[in-house]
């Protein structure tokens, strides 16, 4: 399958796959041309896995994570929204939602649990309506459960095309409003009941950049949105983003952290060493792959399996596993190339190479592991240069529909930034000092010429983010849930640089132990065979949302 996927992420996610059994990059383009992107890889494995097991669980109704035939109980609706919320055009376009109504006990106080789709296709987060924590927490509540898709995401698609000015109106400020208008204005298919806001309660719950929203709608919109939960919430947006390495480096099996370290030390010095760069490259099957940035970013590529990482075995990435045990094969295994290598000096560790390029084995083993992965991806009679490369820009000029990947793109350009880049010369990396802001964020220049209305800013001005709040981001009955292990981590209220703050029940602060990437989002049907710390955040969240419903008063009874 060589095409444009739409898949996103979250935090921040974007762009998808093309390459059966491949992740961590995106692809894009007719003539395949690929751009490979962490940012793409990141939540996008996950989407990709939900998607595929939604589709299968529609198909034969046996996923254990899905009801026997949840598209059909979960049929999707559309609510009418202004374009552009701040002035008085009349362009309209439908924004997608589904709603669970299993657990819905009328009552003049009944909550809505509604979850911000977030930068993807709102069908990703059905699971999360179904087993996940949409259905935990309408089940407590006898509320009404909805999955709400994001702006020019999926089918709520307000353009007839993505330039740079069909994209102006894609910000935090129209999003936060659609969500206002829809909260206030909705009326569910199926339900007799006014369940509006503010004259019923709604919880607004988000993972990853949709975290970020959830707080941020909590401020913006204090009088609708009654509880909100931050789960994983970017609520820092940063130009860089070097600590998202930085944790995973911290995080990971120390072997591996060590391998990787030595590994770019390595890389990096033979890199500037003329006569040995080539060889080099091509030991990894990249020896036509111009650029140095390109080359090491393609390097990068396994470092999105960290993030892909989730709890449940049905939906979780074991690929940082593999990569991390693919690197400490011993010589000779069955990556081996015959040919390749004069020799090995069992002593240093060195692999011998024709051309005077001698390497370590955990190099030879990284190259072995990137030519089988990712380069052999690469369809017949397509240079890597245009299957890696990220320099041609005629690659970026597809402005249809189909091209997805400029949503999560465009937002990061203007408003979110987290351009990875390598962490100061101190600090040890898992990631080549090659990579830069300047490499990571010339996407934005490629992608998005000026337009006629709109021009993005050289760089995204996070101001428009952190002045929401930033790492102090807090209001009464706004949670803040945070994984220890998360690479976002550094971008949320929990970060090592955020301070402190109590748990109460008013305002909820917790992290889950050995969690990556907004962990509470998913659930199983039967919250007892969970794993203790996801049932743990479970119960608590359960019970922070219960009593916070107990404070409710209808607006109608208030003096
Ligand atoms: C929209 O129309 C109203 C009433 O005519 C006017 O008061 C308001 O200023 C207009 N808003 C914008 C953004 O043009
Ligand atoms: C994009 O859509 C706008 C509005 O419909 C239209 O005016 C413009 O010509 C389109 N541009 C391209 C390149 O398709
Ligand atoms: C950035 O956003 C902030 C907040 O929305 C705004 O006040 C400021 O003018 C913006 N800066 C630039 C350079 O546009």
């Not at 552009?84 to 909550?111: C, K, L, M, V």
């Not at 009955?477 to 949320?492: K, M, N, S």
């Amino acid at each position: 399958m060589w095409r444009p996927a739409l898949l996103t992420i979250a935090s921040l996610a974007s762009v998808s796959v093309a390459f059966p059994g491949s992740n961590s990059f995106r692809a894009f383009g007719p003539q395949g041309i690929n751009l490979w992107k962490l940012k793409a890889a990141r939540e996008q494995r996950t989407q990709d896995i939900l998607t595929a097991q939604y589709a299968d669980s529609q198909s034969s109704g046996q996923h254990p994570l899905s009801a026997p035939n949840p598209g059909a109980e979960f049929p999707e609706h559309y609510f009418t929204q202004p374009l552009d919320h701040f002035s008085n055009g009349s362009h309209t376009f439908g924004q997608r939602y589904w709603i669970n109504t299993r657990h819905y006990q009328p009552s003049e106080d009944a909550p809505v649990i509604v979850l911000d789709g977030g930068e993807t296709s709102g069908e990703n987060r059905i699971p999360f309506l179904d087993t996940g924590i949409v259905e935990i927490l309408a089940k407590a509540t006898g509320g009404v459960g909805v999955v709400l898709e994001h702006r020019y995401y999926g089918r709520s698609v307000p353009v007839e095309n993505f330039t740079t000015d069909s994209l102006r109106w894609l910000n935090n400020e129209q999003s936060a409003a659609d969500s206002a208008h829809f909260m206030a204005n909705v009326k569910f298919p199926g339900i007799d009941e006014d369940l509006t806001a503010p004259n019923h309660p709604w919880i607004y719950y988000g993972g990853s950049y949709a975290g970020a929203r959830a707080a941020h709608m909590k401020i913006l919109y204090p009088d609708l949105v009654y509880g909100a939960i931050a789960s994983s919430g970017v609520t820092h947006a940063d130009i860089e983003n070097w600590r998202y390495m930085d944790i995973i480096r911290r995080a990971a099996d120390p072997e591996c952290s060590a391998n990787l370290v030595h590994s770019v030390e390595f890389i990096d010095t033979v890199l500037s060493v003329p006569h040995l760069r080539i060889a080099l490259k091509q030991l990894f099957g990249l020896k036509d792959l111009e650029y140095d940035e390109d080359f090491v970013s393609l390097l990068s590529s396994p470092m999105g399996y960290w993030q892909a990482k989730v709890w449940d075995p049905a939906v979780g990435s074991t690929g940082f596993e593999e990569f991390c045990a693919a690197l400490e094969k011993p010589f000779g295994g069955a990556d081996f190339v015959e040919g390749e290598v004069i020799g090995y000096n069992i002593q240093s560790q060195m692999i011998v190479l024709p051309g005077g390029l001698n390497v370590p084995k955990v190099v030879y083993n990284y190259a072995q592991y990137i030519k089988e992965n990712f380069v052999s991806q690469c369809p017949e009679g397509t240079s890597v240069e245009e299957c890696f490369g990220t320099y041609d820009d005629s690659a970026y000029q597809d402005t249809s529909l189909s091209a997805t990947w400029r949503l999560w793109q465009f937002q990061i350009c203007t408003q979110w930034g987290y351009f990875f880049n390598a962490p100061p010369p101190e600090i040890p990396s898992i990631v080549s000092r090659r990579l830069t802001v300047d490499y990571d964020a010339k996407t934005c220049k490629q992608a998005f010429p000026p337009g006629k209305h709109f021009i993005v800013p050289p760089m995204p001005n996070v101001t428009a983010v952190n002045i929401l709040g930033d790492y102090y981001i807090a209001a009464d009955r706004l949670a803040i849930i945070d994984g220890e292990v998360d690479p976002w981590r550094p971008d949320t209220p929990h970060a090592d640089e955020a301070p402190l703050r109590a748990d109460t029940i008013l305002r909820p602060f917790k992290v889950i132990p050995g969690g990556v990437h907004h962990y509470d989002e998913y659930g199983l049907r039967d919250l007892w065979e969970e794993p203790p710390e996801i049932e743990n955040i479970h119960l608590e969240m359960i019970e922070f949302v219960e009593e916070w419903l107990l404070d409710w008063q209808s607006p109608k009874w208030k003096d």
